[in-house]
C-alpha cells in the first residue's frame, strides 16, 4: 500500500554521510563534520548564483514615505524581479534603472508617485531608491524578489530548499567534500560534477515558473 506521505527530505547529517559516502568515506571526526558543512554552505551559495528555486520567490512590501527615497531592505534579499507602488488601491508598475542611469537624473528631489526605482546591492543589505521621490505618505511599494537560501543550521535540520533538488545536493556536497580528501580521482571528481550539474539541470526545469517565457532580472551589479 501506498505510505500516504509526501514529506521525504534528508536532514543536514543524512544528506552529508551520503555524500561522503560518494567520495569514499564518512564522518570521522568532528572536524570532518566541520568541513562537510562548510562545503555545504559553499554550495548553497553556488546554487544561489547559479539559478533561484522557486520556493524562494517572495511577495513583500513597505510604505513609502514623502520625501524619504532611499529604503534599505532585509538583509536576506538577493535581488528584485517586480514592483509595483499602490496608489488609491491601483498598482502602477515600477521599472528598474542602472545605477548608471540614475546618476544621469539631473534632478533626483523631484517629488510626486515614483515610477522607477534603482536597486544597490550592497554587502549586507540591498537599498532601493526611487524616482520620483515620493511625494505622499499613503502609497505602498509591493514586490517580488529572491531571496537567499538560509544557511545550513543544526545536523538535524533540513536544508533550505525545495524536495526537488535532493539529489542534486547530495552529489553537489559531495564535489565540493572531494577537495577535502587528499589524492582524490581527479577522474571521479569530473564525474560527480557531471552528476550534480545534471540533477540541478532536471530540478530546475521541473521547478521552473509554467508560463510561455522567463523573467531574467537585471544584474547591472552586485556586491
Known amino acids: 500500500m501506498p505510505s500516504g506521505t509526501t514529506n521525504f527530505s534528508l536532514d ?10 560518494k567520495v569514499g568515506g ?11 558543512r562548510t562545503a555545504l554552505n559553499l554550495l ?16 513583500r512590501s513597505f510604505p513609502l514615505q514623502a520625501g ?8 536576506d534579499v538577493n535581488d528584485i524581479l517586480s514592483v509595483v507602488v499602490t496608489r488609491n488601491d491601483i498598482d502602477i508598475p515600477v521599472t528598474r534603472l542602472g545605477i548608471a542611469e540614475y546618476h544621469k537624473i539631473s534632478n533626483k528631489d523631484m517629488r510626486g508617485l515614483p515610477t522607477q526605482f534603482m536597486l544597490d546591492r550592497q554587502r549586507t543589505a540591498a537599498t532601493m531608491t526611487f524616482y520620483l521621490n515620493p511625494d505622499l505618505d499613503t502609497d505602498v511599494i509591493n514586490y517580488w524578489c529572491y531571496t537567499r537560501i538560509q544557511d545550513a543550521g543544526a545536523y538535524t535540520d533540513t536544508p533550505d530548499m ?6 542534486a545536493l547530495v552529489f553537489g556536497l559531495a564535489y ?25 539541470a532536471n530540478a530546475a526545469t521541473e521547478d521552473r515558473e509554467r508560463v510561455s517565457y522567463q523573467v531574467t532580472p537585471f544584474n547591472y551589479r552586485g556586491r
Open 176 to 200: 565540493f567534500c572531494s577537495f577535502d580528501r587528499d589524492g582524490f580521482d581527479p577522474g571521479k571528481r569530473q564525474e560527480i560534477l557531471n552528476m550534480y550539474e545534471g540533477l540541478l
Open 26 to 36: 564518512e564522518v570521522t571526526s568532528g572536524i570532518d563534520l566541520r568541513k562537510a
Open 68 to 75: 524619504v527615497k532611499t529604503y534599505t531592505l532585509p538583509s
Open 12 to 21: 543536514i547529517d543524512d544528506l552529508i554521510a551520503r555524500a561522503l559516502d
Open 162 to 167: 525545495s524536495f526537488r533538488y535532493v539529489p
Open 44 to 59: 548553497l551559495i553556488d546554487l544561489a548564483n547559479r539559478s533561484v528555486p522557486l520556493a524562494k520567490i517572495e511577495n
